[in-house]
């Protein structure tokens, strides 16, 4: 049962430069929070976090990653370095020198990204269902294929929209309510066709394994019980790669946790900001 949090105004803006970034601002706290969602979503995946945490003293801001929302589209490949250089323009211009960090999935990854190119700007670091590397787990032919099942259907003339209750049921968990599988089939709808193909051949080649044994920031690394994605199992290896950081395991959900237990993600991601950070 999702927890009834106080409304806050909730601001739209878009960053200057190209790409303009579009994101929602909510709340004017002097620490500041940034949401990433995953290559399914966009910034109102995240809501309640943005209610939640704004109610908690803090500005809150999720953000429409380029190509995907109401930011704009791109020319040429998704690269992960220039998705972490729109989110320093964005923290930029948000006069946010540093920032507390939430990715989900391709979120988390872009943030293993940024905080190894930009770790002086990171103030805490939640990973949810994110890892660095398919690694071994998918050979150079089991990649194409992966990605060749994922084109087809597009490109043989199926919409997002036909293919979203596919997708919902790849990613959910058995307890998914009809309000949270409405707001999916609403994301999933959403996508650009050709920006979000980019984003999934540049997660299926994506690797920074070793470059997430330099970050140093405090991070907690969030998995869910019944993400068939990223398993749990798949956190312990994350983590031993990161023995600083700490690993939860959310009960009763799926891969895309903020939406289907967002109450116990709001209260699990600022416990971690309040008792980990400030402690430091």
């Given at each position: 049962?999702k927890?009834?949090?106080?409304?806050h105004?909730?601001?739209?803006?878009?960053?200057s430069?190209?790409?303009q970034?579009?994101y929602?601002?909510?709340?004017?706290?002097?620490?500041?929070?940034?949401?990433?969602h995953?290559?399914?979503?966009?910034?109102?995946?995240?809501?309640?976090?943005?209610?939640?945490f704004?109610?908690?003293?803090?500005?809150?801001?999720a953000?429409?990653v380029?190509?995907?929302?109401?930011?704009?589209?791109?020319?040429?490949?998704f690269?992960f370095?220039?998705?972490?250089?729109?989110?320093?323009r964005?923290m930029?211009?948000?006069g946010a020198?540093?920032a507390?960090?939430?990715?989900?999935s391709?979120?988390?990854?872009?943030?293993?990204?940024?905080?190894?190119?930009?770790g002086?700007?990171v103030?805490?670091?939640?990973?949810?269902?994110?890892?660095?590397?398919?690694?071994k787990?998918?050979?150079?032919?089991?990649?194409?294929?992966?990605?060749?099942l994922?084109?087809?259907?597009?490109?043989?003339g199926r919409s997002?929209?036909?293919?979203?209750p596919e997708?919902?049921?790849?990613?959910a968990?058995p307890?998914?309510q009809?309000?949270?599988?409405?707001?999916?089939?609403?994301?999933?709808?959403?996508?650009?066709?050709q920006?979000?193909?980019?984003?999934l051949?540049?997660?299926?080649?994506?690797?920074?394994t070793?470059?997430?044994?330099l970050?140093?920031?405090?991070?907690?690394l969030?998995?869910?019980?019944?993400?068939?994605l990223t398993?749990?199992?798949m956190?312990q290896?994350?983590?031993?790669?990161?023995?600083?950081?700490?690993?939860?395991v959310?009960?009763?959900?799926?891969?895309l946790?903020?939406?289907?237990?967002?109450?116990l993600?709001?209260?699990?991601?600022?416990?971690?900001?309040?008792?980990?950070?400030?402690s430091?």
């Amino acid at each position: 049962m999702k927890a009834q949090v106080m409304r806050h105004e909730m601001a739209c803006s878009r960053t200057s430069g190209h790409p303009q970034i579009a994101y929602t601002q909510c709340g004017a706290g002097d620490e500041t929070v940034i949401f990433l969602h995953g290559i399914g979503g966009n910034k109102d995946n995240w809501s309640e976090q943005l209610s939640y945490f704004a109610g908690e003293g803090y500005r809150a801001v999720a953000w429409d990653v380029r190509g995907y929302g109401d930011s704009d589209d791109y020319e040429g490949d998704f690269l992960f370095d220039e998705v972490s250089a729109d989110l320093l323009r964005l923290m930029d211009e948000l006069g946010a020198e540093r920032a507390h960090l939430v990715g989900l999935s391709m979120g988390g990854r872009i943030l293993m990204d940024f905080a190894w190119r930009y770790g002086a700007r990171v103030q805490s670091l939640t990973m949810c269902g994110s890892f660095p590397s398919f690694g071994k787990a998918l050979s150079q032919a089991q990649r194409e294929d992966y990605l060749r099942l994922r084109r087809e259907p597009l490109l043989a003339g199926r919409s997002l929209q036909q293919l979203a209750p596919e997708l919902i049921a790849s990613l959910a968990g058995p307890d998914v309510q009809a309000d949270v599988y409405d707001a999916l089939h609403a994301s999933i709808c959403r996508l650009r066709p050709q920006s979000y193909l980019k984003a999934l051949e540049a997660a299926v080649y994506f690797d920074r394994t070793e470059e997430i044994r330099l970050i140093s920031r405090p991070t907690l690394l969030l998995y869910a019980e019944n993400d068939r994605l990223t398993p749990p199992q798949m956190g312990q290896e994350v983590q031993a790669m990161m023995p600083k950081a700490r690993l939860q395991v959310l009960p009763r959900c799926g891969h895309l946790m903020n939406l289907e237990v967002s109450a116990l993600f709001n209260e699990v991601v600022h416990a971690f900001i309040c008792n980990e950070v400030k402690s430091e």
